[in-house]
């Protein structure tokens, strides 16, 4: 289970851990760190939302911040790492 994206000069693949190394990992368990890896997109993010959707991939919704100028949606790979979509506002000086 895995999903590649491309994302410009290089693809990005995220997947799940192979079955010979299940056994070494507690049931249930999502990994824990404080990496994200973000992912400028010039298109509608509701269009990227919709997309990743639609291939299985977990996604938040969308989400902004006062006088911040993007929109911002975590998604979440099969083991648990967080990843963001980020869009500049429309009309934002940002």
Same mark, same amino acid.
């Given at each position: 289970?895995?999903?590649?994206?491309?994302?410009?000069?290089?693809?990005?693949?995220?997947?799940?851990?192979?079955?010979?190394?299940?056994? #070494?990992?507690?049931?249930?368990?999502?990994?824990?760190?404080?990496? #994200?890896?973000?992912? /400028?997109?010039?298109?509608?993010?509701?269009?990227?939302?919709?997309?990743?959707?639609? #291939?299985?991939?977990?996604?938040?919704?969308?989400?902004?911040?006062?006088?911040?100028?993007?929109?911002?949606?975590?998604? /979440?790979? *099969?083991?648990?790492?967080?990843?963001?979509?980020? /869009?500049?506002?429309?009309?934002? *000086?940002?």
């Amino acid at each position: 289970m895995w999903v590649l994206l491309d994302v410009g000069a290089v693809n990005l693949a995220f997947h799940k851990i192979g079955d010979q190394y299940l056994e #070494k990992i507690d049931e249930g368990y999502l990994f824990d760190n404080n990496t #994200k890896i973000v992912f /400028t997109v010039d298109l509608d993010i509701e269009s990227a939302r919709n997309e990743l959707l639609s #291939k299985n991939v977990q996604m938040r919704e969308v989400k902004t911040f006062e006088n911040y100028g993007f929109w911002l949606c975590d998604g /979440t790979d *099969p083991e648990g790492n967080v990843f963001q979509l980020k /869009t500049k506002k429309k009309n934002s *000086p940002l």
